[in-house]
């Protein structure tokens, strides 16, 4: 179905590439990873990545960037026999790739244990060459490694599958051998075209407050509890509801923080997570508290906001999901040229002199 589809759009787009033939001798690969054109996979720390490949790539897609912590995807053709091929080269089937997603996420908040769980409840682990009713080699289903120390969790995962099932699964664990970034008509499909054919059920993503990695229990600046919606209803002020859980912004020159100096720590209002220091605000003339860094980098999450007309990057708290505000690009150049501009109402502030009654006198060591 999803074939017949995408042959009649990509006629209509013209998205065929020439220089591309199967037969091009320059596009066959050799040993080692190699990267398509146009084709980013590099992540910022302490983010990571992982290749997945379930199936038609658009269901995939929309399900991986509705997961917390993943903050990067993209459709592309994976462990091939050459680099940028194109959509109806790769649904022949002799080209040897797999429809796949590129995924990168902060371990900080899922790491790749419980990314896999949830990539599993996509699939039919027990189906050989197909999933949902597409069927070829294209189709097949597989976890593509960038980072050898990863393969020990991807076999535990396996084996667990293949624990519950009572058999072997279809499923291929390999490192992987090449990428390339599908045509940009594939990327975000679902959100393009809401109605478009999907094979996998959204019904399995996490609900809220779920525990999504095991490596928050080391981590102090973790060490705060997610409260649920209801509660936070109750606590909240109408402006730190609307802020944090419906994603507003409260008007410029009007919150608490902007002209304030005083020396100490801003924290989540939901969860009471470390977020900000004093020492690295600065008056940035905009009309809202700005900060040149978060104090620690695992308590935020970027997302690509589109709202509004903009393109943004949003910021979110790592631990509470709670909407802060955004990050922009013209900040002190001196200082990482970042300006993070946060809401007010998002924040609590903590003295210096009461970080220690207040359980934050670990981070006091950072304030000398």
């Known amino acids: 179905m999803k074939r017949i589809l995408m042959l009649f759009l990509a006629l209509l ?3 065929t590439k020439g220089g591309n033939s199967m037969n091009t001798e320059n596009n066959v690969l050799n040993t080692g990873l190699q990267i398509g054109k146009n084709t980013d996979i590099s992540t910022a720390d302490p983010h990571n990545s992982i290749v997945l490949a379930g199936g038609c790539f658009w269901g995939t897609d929309e399900y991986m960037q509705r997961l917390p912590g993943v903050v990067r995807t993209f459709s592309a053709y994976a462990n091939g026999e050459f680099l940028d091929p194109s959509y109806e080269e790769v649904c022949s089937g002799r080209t040897g790739h797999a429809e796949a997603v590129f995924v990168e996420y902060d371990p900080n908040v899922i790491d790749l244990e419980h990314l896999l769980e949830q990539f599993f409840l996509t699939i039919n682990p027990l189906q050989k060459n197909r999933q949902g009713n597409d069927r070829g080699s294209q189709y097949r289903s597989g976890i593509y490694y960038l980072d050898e120390t990863d393969l020990p969790i991807i076999e535990k995962a396996v084996q667990k599958v293949e624990s519950e099932y009572g058999k072997k699964i ?49 981590n102090p600046f973790f060490d705060y509890e997610k409260k649920d919606k209801e509660t936070l209803k109750k606590e909240l002020t109408p402006d730190q509801w609307k802020v944090t859980q419906e994603s507003g912004t409260e008007r410029p020159f009007t ?112 304030k000398e």
């Open 255 to 366: 919150g608490e923080y902007d002209k304030f100096s005083d020396e100490g720590i801003y924290v989540d209002i939901t969860t009471g997570q470390p977020l900000f220091s004093s020492d690295d605000k600065f008056d940035a003339g905009c009309g809202w508290p700005s900060f040149t860094k978060p104090i620690d980098d695992s308590v935020i999450e970027d997302k690509e906001d589109n709202s509004h007309g903009m393109i943004r990057t949003e910021v979110r708290s790592a631990l509470g999901d709670a909407h802060l505000g955004h990050v922009f690009p013209d900040g002190p150049k001196d200082k990482g040229g970042l300006r993070y501009c946060i809401n007010s109402a998002s924040l609590r502030f903590i003295p210096k002199d009461k970080m220690e009654e207040e359980g934050y006198g670990y981070l006091l060591e950072r």
């Open 170 to 218: 279809e499923t291929e664990v390999k490192p992987l051998a090449n990428l390339s970034i599908a045509e940009e008509y594939h990327q975000d499909y679902l959100q393009k075209n809401p109605n478009g054919y999907c094979h996998v059920s959204f019904d399995t993503l996490p609900k809220e407050g779920d525990v999504l990695t095991n490596k928050k229990d080391n």
């Open 13 to 15: 787009v013209g998205c």
